[in-house]
């Protein structure tokens, strides 16, 4: 019998091509392979612009008959019921026929594969690998078939956008279609096999629900009025970021800087982003490699507050970056930790109230303005006994102005219907304990005016309270500490 060779022809269109072999359907892939030509003694050659071809290995000494590209995948026919399919058009699978009939036509249509051939054989397959011999009611030879079914182009532009749980996918939407399948694994070579989402109805979908720190892959097809699911889409990957490291801590003393993080479930390192000036985002000076949730951060120079972010990294990528963290170092400083965001420090020295104020000023800050009780707790914690000391330490509160009436010297608030503004005597937190210490203020006799406010771990009960004292300390038989806070 006469052999004939077919060849399908892909037009390429914005990087996408389209395949056509004779009236079967359109499909669409993003192989390299733009053209494939079949024909006598298992002759397989393939080429990208029609010009240049390349001779493939088809495994066959079998004449090929007919060959089209459906569903992401080329299918060939050909004698003795060959069947070969290739997901690129380079590399070629036998498949199981059921029969040794010699096949002439195939086509695609409604999610199914349909081929044709001697005494009356009809084959029908839903992916091109597995086929299912029909009855077809003769036993004359058939050489070709066809389909009215018109199967829709795979849609184009698909991108794919990971976020914390969650991947956000848009594609161009295809005329006619009436939803879209959206096909995903988490690993590559995504198919009609896959694990499918079937209702998406617009041009996107947000995929929820999903573990951080893993990439996720994904195809979509577009589904006609009769429910026929149509050619798929390229492949896009994103992977959703592993969640940002919480609590980073930095500390700053002898032109060091001690970071310390939560770990982070799934990371397999660190990447810690730093500079002297505020605003850290991963454009930042990076710290790789980091296999521990702290990190020593040494030879820093004094007389600059730095700041740092840290995000977690694995094989998927690098996560979602930390709040920030920031230290100062200063030559009148000895110590600096963060919370919530602000830098505090303590001072070298022991200082007047007006001193320490002073030498805040010099580093950009202020004697700290204590908001929140949790706030008042954390800094008598982290310096109340600095450095196994036990210190008294000036905050920033005031009452020079008028006796009794205190205030906090650099007009910060914290805009909380007057609880971090009422600091006069019998002043409470609102889980009803007090601010001050028991019978303070008092500015009690025998000292020079107290006028400015300490938090004093000289008092045996309930340390983290407050005490007036005189602004000069001149009285004081405790060394006073100033306590700098910065914005």
Known sequence: MKKILHIILITIISLTVISCSSSDDSKTTTSSVSF?????????????????????????????????YANSTFVTVGDSGTILTSSDGISWTSRTSGTTNTLYGITYGNSTFVTVGNSGTILTS????????????????????????????????????????????????????????????????????STAITSA?????????????TTYYYKVAAIDSAGTVGALSSEVNAATPLPAPDNLSASGANNTITLTWNSVSGATGYTLYWDNVSGIDSSDTAITSITNDNYTHSNMDNGSTYYYKVAAVNSSGTGTLSSV?????????????????????????????????????????????LNTKAENTWLYDKFGHYGGTARDLWIGSKDNVTEGTWYWYNGTTSGDGGVSDNIS????????????HTGEPNNASGFSDENCGTIRSSVSAAEWRWNDFPCDNSSSPFAIYGIIEID
């Not at 009855?135 to 991108?159: E, I, R």
């Open 126 to 193: 839903s992916d091109g690998t597995t086929w299912t011999s029909r009855t077809s009611g003769t036993t004359n030879n058939l050489y070709g078939v066809t389909t009215t079914t018109t199967t829709l182009l795979a849609p184009s532009s698909l991108t794919a956008t990971g976020a914390a749980g969650q991947v956000t996918l848009d594609w161009t939407a295809v005329s006619s279609a009436r939803g879209y399948t959206v096909y995903w694994d988490n690993a590559t070579g995504v198919s009609s096999s």
């Open 36 to 68: 494939v030509a079949v024909g006598t003694s298992g002759t397989l050659l393939t080429s990208s612009d029609g010009t240049s071809w390349t001779s493939r290995t088809s495994g066959t000494s079998n004449g090929l008959q007919r060959v089209i």
């Open 201 to 213: 109805i617009t041009d996107n979908y947000t995929h929820s629900g999903l573990d951080n720190g």
């Open 325 to 369: 963290a920031s230290a100062l170092l200063s030559a009148n400083i000895q110590g600096s930790e963060t919370n919530e965001g602000h830098t505090y420090a303590l001072t070298s020295d022991t200082l007047s109230w007006d001193a320490a104020a002073t030498a805040a000023a010099a580093v950009g800050g202020y004697l700290a303005t």
């Open 425 to 436: 005597s019998g002043a409470k937190w609102p889980d009803g304990s007090n601010k001050w």
